[in-house]
C-alpha cells in the first residue's frame, strides 16, 4: 500500500468547498468507492462518536461530477485499510494513520494523483453547524440548572461547574437546527452524587432554568471559536466561547457557528422515563 498521510480537514474553518489529490482508492460496499484526499472540506461521521453525521455535496474529478454518498473516517496501519466500525483501534492510535474517506458509487476517473474538486452543501452544513453550537450551549445550560443538586464534589466542565453532561452523557445526536441528548440516570451517577429527585419531580421547572440561561446566551451574541491544536482530521480542536458568567472550552471535532448572533434563539424540552432512569434533552435552534 502506497503511503497515505493524514488528511489536512478544513471543516474545522467553516470551509465548504475544498481542492485534494487522490492519496487512495478503496472499495467500499455494494460498489462504491472510497476515495481519500489528501485535503477535503467533507466532514465526516466518527463511528466511535456518532454525534455529528456526515456532510452532504460532490466531488469534482476531471469534469465529471459524482455524488456523494458519506463520509466516513478511516484508518490504515499501512497493510490494512479500514472504514468507520470496522476500524479496530481507537482513534489517535500509535501506528495508525487516520483519514476522511469519501463515499462514491463509481471508480471512472479515480486514479491516483487525481486533483479532486469537493463542494458540500453548504445549508445542510449551516443547519447542522447551528445544531452543533445549540446542542453545546444546551449541555453547559443543563450543568447550571442541575448545579445545587450534586451531593459530593464532581469534575467541572469548563466554565467550572458540576458537570452533569460529562458524567451523564449516554449518546448526543447533532440534527440541522437541534441535538438530542440522552442521559443516563442510573446508580452509577446516583453513586458520583447526583441526586436525581429534584429534576424528575420539577423536569419542566429545570428545563425553564436552561431555556432562560439559553436565552442570556443567545442574547449576548459572543463569538465561538474553534481552537487548533493542528489541521490534520485527529488533531485536538476545542469549541470555545466567551459566554457570559464563565467561557467555556469543549474538546469537540464538528462545525459550527462563527457567533451566536447567528441564531435568534434556542429552548430545549426535557423528558424523564418512566422509571425515572433515563433523561431525553431535545434542543431547538432557530436561525437569526
Ligand atoms: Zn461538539
Known amino acids: 500500500m502506497s503511503e497515505i498521510t493524514e488528511t489536512v480537514v478544513t471543516f474545522s474553518v467553516g470551509d465548504v468547498a475544498s481542492t485534494g489529490r487522490?492519496?487512495?482508492?478503496?472499495?467500499?460496499?455494494a460498489g462504491q468507492k472510497i476515495v481519500v484526499l489528501d485535503t477535503t472540506a467533507a466532514h465526516p461521521v466518527d463511528s466511535a462518536w456518532p454525534d455529528?453525521?456526515?456532510?452532504?455535496?460532490s466531488l469534482t474529478v476531471d469534469g465529471s461530477t459524482l455524488a456523494l454518498l458519506d463520509v466516513v473516517v478511516c484508518a490504515t496501519d499501512g497493510s490494512g485499510f479500514f472504514a468507520g466500525s470496522d476500524i479496530p483501534v481507537k482513534k489517535g492510535a500509535e501506528g495508525w494513520t487516520f483519514v476522511v474517506g469519501h463515499v462514491t458509487e463509481t471508480d471512472a476517473a479515480l486514479t491516483l494523483g487525481t486533483?479532486?474538486?469537493?463542494e458540500i452543501d453548504p445549508a445542510y452544513r449551516?443547519?447542522?453547524s447551528a445544531g452543533h453550537t445549540a446542542c453545546h450551549?444546551?449541555?453547559l445550560a443543563l450543568n447550571v440548572a442541575l448545579a445545587d443538586d450534586w451531593t459530593k464534589a464532581v469534575a467541572a466542565d469548563g466554565r467550572g461547574v458540576a458537570n452533569f453532561d460529562g458524567e451523564a452523557i449516554a449518546s448526543s445526536r447533532i440534527e440541522e437546527f437541534g441535538s438530542t441528548d440522552v442521559y443516563r440516570l442510573g446508580k452509577s451517577l446516583k453513586k458520583r452524587g447526583f441526586d436525581k429527585a429534584r429534576l424528575l419531580a420539577e423536569t419542566d421547572a429545570v428545563a425553564a432554568a436552561v431555556n432562560a440561561q439559553l436565552a442570556e446566551w443567545v442574547g449576548s451574541g459572543v463569538a465561538v471559536d474553534i481552537r487548533r491544536e493542528g489541521d490534520t482530521l485527529i488533531a485536538r480542536r476545542f469549541w470555545e466561547s466567551a459566554l457570559p458568567g464563565g467561557a467555556a472550552s469543549i474538546p469537540c471535532g464538528g462545525t459550527h457557528v462563527r457567533s451566536l448572533s447567528e441564531l435568534?434563539?434556542?429552548s430545549v424540552t426535557?423528558?424523564?422515563s418512566e422509571d425515572g432512569t433515563e433523561l431525553t434533552m431535545r434542543t431547538t435552534a432557530v436561525a437569526s
Open 126 to 128: 449551516r443547519a447542522l
Open 270 to 272: 426535557l423528558d424523564a
Open 52 to 57: 455529528q453525521g456526515a456532510d452532504r455535496g
Open 264 to 266: 435568534a434563539a434556542i
Open 137 to 139: 450551549l444546551a449541555s
Open 115 to 118: 486533483e479532486v474538486a469537493v
Open 22 to 29: 487522490i492519496v487512495h482508492i478503496a472499495d467500499g460496499t
